[in-house]
């Protein structure tokens, strides 16, 4: 595609439940990144993907959010558990190596009731 | 870690009227600085970015400085319009094992007609 494909758009999950968000980055790129956008608030960094280094995970709120990517492919957020505090938008961006521009999905919006 | 701080956390300017961002960073390594422009209920876009062997850029209407001694940076938009209202992100890149983007928590300008 011609750009950051994410998926579901939207996500409403009871509390407990785990979800797997989906991100398909731009064809091509090395670098992926995950954050969180609480209502209203900044880009909470969550991991990044670059190449086939080992993932920066220092993001990561707690041992219930885990994130995996198929080589420079798809990649996916997975948050087991799920708690109110979880509900915010998770956007995923790729880049065509580190330090140059990132490129944002449409984000999934998560909803735990 | 890097710590990205913004401000001001908003801003409202009269239309034609020129609005300063400012962000400061903390590791004294980083070497790559976007800046990203969020419209309401959509995603980030890249509008300007500065690497750290140039101290200012400019495209049209907005121009970013760099002061690496005092590692602050700020962006700088010229005779604003009401179409600039939005929220606006600074980054820096850590030059570390991953290169990953932290960003800065937002600054919600709105431009009056």
């Known amino acids: 595609g011609a750009g950051v494909s994410q998926s579901p758009s939207n996500k409403v999950t009871e509390k407990g439940k785990d979800v797997e968000l989906r991100c398909d980055p731009i064809s091509g790129h090395t670098a992926l990144y995950w954050y969180r956008q609480r209502l209203g608030q900044g880009l909470e960094f969550l991991i990044y993907?670059?190449?086939?280094?080992?993932?920066?995970k220092s993001g990561l709120p707690s041992d219930r959010f885990s994130a995996e990517r198929t080589g420079e492919s798809v990649s996916t957020l997975t948050i087991q558990r799920t708690q109110q505090e979880d509900s915010a938008v998770y956007l995923c961006a790729s880049s065509s190596t580190a330090r140059t521009e990132a490129f944002f999905g449409q984000g999934t919006r998560l909803t735990v009731v | 870690g890097e710590n990205v701080e913004q401000h001001p956390s908003t801003l409202s300017v009269q239309e034609g009227d020129s609005a300063v961002i400012k962000c400061t960073y903390s590791d004294s390594a980083s070497n790559y600085f976007p800046w990203y422009k969020q419209e309401l209920g959509k995603r980030p876009q890249l509008i300007i970015d500065i690497r750290s062997n140039v101290g200012e850029k400019k495209d049209q209407r907005i121009a970013v400085t760099l002061n690496k001694t005092a590692k602050h940076f700020s962006l700088h938009i010229t005779e604003t319009q009401p179409e600039d209202s939005a929220v606006y992100f600074c980054?820096?890149?850590?030059?570390?094992?991953?290169?990953?983007?932290?960003f800065g928590s937002g600054t919600r300008l709105l431009v009056r007609p």
């Open positions: 993907f670059q190449g086939n280094s080992a993932p920066d």
């Open positions: 980054a820096a890149s850590i030059e570390d094992s991953s290169y990953k983007l932290i």
